[in-house]
């Protein structure tokens, strides 16, 4: 995987993406700040919602705990998986037992994280995606660029396009006279779908929110394709991330006050499922919750990078972004981008590939992110944080780290910073107020800086020089 730089640099030139992501998120923004603008006590709420999560994630084992019990008195099996592999196994061995060669998913972050889709294809399984957008990036063979809408990156032309040539490939074809107006674009895909739902006997979700004090699990969606896998299959397998645990139930009606405005910009977004492990008669009658580690204890045990685990996956840092605004989702080499991406893969990775050195850095450190988090997250020291790591890995091989101990060693003796200073005086003189364009080994610094040319005297000498009749001398300043 490239470095976030290089690859924003080939997503840059693509005019079509810019434009399009440009009018999306600058769409969200406004829909969103006219009904935050609506809540007196939206400071509050974040407070609230920030301590929440915080209360979860300081308690998780024992939250994590009454989750498991609350569920399997409730008829669900609970599966626990350290990494990717022990749950996409859970969802290959339940589809099996189904005798199942497919199944129908809603829109999940956490399976995406875990290449769930992959895994099944390996196991001969097919995954049909249900969420439009999801959709539309599968049967483009592409890559999700957003958390919330993972075809932001796609206008409706190409749209239409991929729909008329993809969709009969893996169902029902999309219409002849398909057009690229909105509603007969999701025309299209319900037919497409519909036949997947009723067939199906297994579903795939994650879950929004795991409320630990009754067991109950949430999905939070637009659609409506959610509620249609929740509860036509008789098999329902949920892939929980831990950090989705919330201590009790009211605790949610915090998070669904804060979650809807935040992310599509709503009161109240359309479509909310709740379900409590088997209800006898109604929905799936097989429930399989597997809690996912794969990072998150790593992130955990970082004590000012667990702040991360607070993020309920709202987009709303990413819609402020400047950076991600230009650069798109793509260049940030995960499901997870963003000034949320840009902070949680490398918390849950680790800082030694190329992208996740790079990641910290792919931020003007603007705040606005802070601003638009409904938890609070602190993504601006949160990245700082992570630079801090990306440096002390590389400390005592790159260039800056070598000029920082020539700086401590110059500025450690009063003497050699004073023939510092008349040196660099000198080279000041020498350059006779001509710009420093380039310094070579600073080649990357200087490509769009020039070097600050040094003076022609110091403080101390313009101090001595300019007191000279008042009693003062250099040693004074
Ligand atoms: S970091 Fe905050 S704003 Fe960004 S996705 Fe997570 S909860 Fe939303």
């Known amino acids: 995987m490239p470095s976030f730089q290089r690859a924003a ?171 690229d107006e909105p509603a007969r674009l999701a025309e299209a895909a319900r037919l497409h779908l519909r036949e997947k739902f009723l067939r199906a006997k297994v579903a795939v979700s994650g879950a929004n929110f795991a409320v630990a004090d009754t067991g109950t699990l949430v999905v939070v969606e637009s659609e409506g394709n959610g509620r249609m896998c929740l509860t036509l299959p008789q098999t329902l397998v949920s892939i929980v991330g831990v950090e989705k645990v919330l201590p009790t139930f009211a605790d949610l009606g915090t998070m669904m006050q804060l979650l809807p405005r935040s992310s599509t910009g709503e009161r109240m977004n ?22 996912l580690d794969n990072g998150r204890s790593r992130v955990l045990a970082d004590e000012v990078g667990r702040e991360a685990l607070r993020c309920i996956r709202c987009s709303a ?29 490398p918390l849950l990775r680790g800082v030694s590939s190329d992208v996740d050195k790079s990641l910290p850095y792919a931020s003007s450190l603007c705040g606005a992110c802070f601003e638009a988090c409904p938890v609070r997250i602190d993504i601006p020291s949160l990245l700082v944080h992570l630079r801090t790591q990306v440096v002390d890995e590389a400390s005592g091989r790159s260039a800056e780290a070598a000029g920082m101990r020539a700086a401590s060693w110059v500025f450690g003796d009063h003497r050699r910073l004073e023939a510092a200073q008349r040196a660099a005086s000198l080279g000041g003189r020498l350059l006779g107020g001509r710009t420093i364009r380039s310094v070579p080994g600073l080649g990357a610094w200087t490509q769009a800086r020039d070097v600050p040319t040094p003076p022609t005297e110091t403080f101390r000498q313009w101090w001595a020089r300019s007191h000279r009749n008042d009693g003062h001398t250099g040693e004074d300043a």
């Open 9 to 179: 640099k080939g997503a840059l030139a693509d005019t079509q993406q810019r434009r399009n992501l440009a009018h999306a998120t600058a769409t969200i923004r406004a829909k969103r700040a006219a009904v935050v603008g609506e809540v007196a006590d939206w400071e509050a709420l974040r407070v609230a919602g920030a301590d929440a999560k915080d209360e979860a994630l300081h308690h998780l084992p024992d939250y994590l705990e009454q989750l498991e019990a609350n569920l399997t008195a409730r008829g669900a099996t609970v599966h626990w998986a350290r990494d990717a592999a022990e749950a996409n196994q859970v969802v290959i061995d339940v589809a099996r037992a189904q005798g199942a060669d497919e199944v129908v998913k809603v829109k999940s972050m956490a399976t995406q994280e875990i290449e769930l889709n992959e895994a099944l294809e390996e196991a001969g399984i097919a995954a049909w995606e249900t969420d439009l957008a999801e959709l539309i990036v599968q049967l483009g063979q592409d890559r999700p660029s957003h958390i919330l809408v993972p075809a932001i990156h796609r206008n409706r032309a190409e749209i239409r396009e991929i729909f008329r040539r993809e969709m009969g490939r893996a169902g029902r074809a999309a219409p002849e006279d398909l057009t």
């Open 270 to 291: 359309p479509y909310t499922s709740t379900w409590t492990g088997v209800t006898p008669g109604d929905g799936p009658q097989e429930v399989h919750v597997v809690l």
């Open 317 to 345: 840092c990413l819609n402020v972004c400047p950076v991600y605004e230009r650069a798109g989702g793509h260049a940030y080499g995960s499901v997870y981008p963003g000034p949320i991406g840009a902070v949680l893969n």
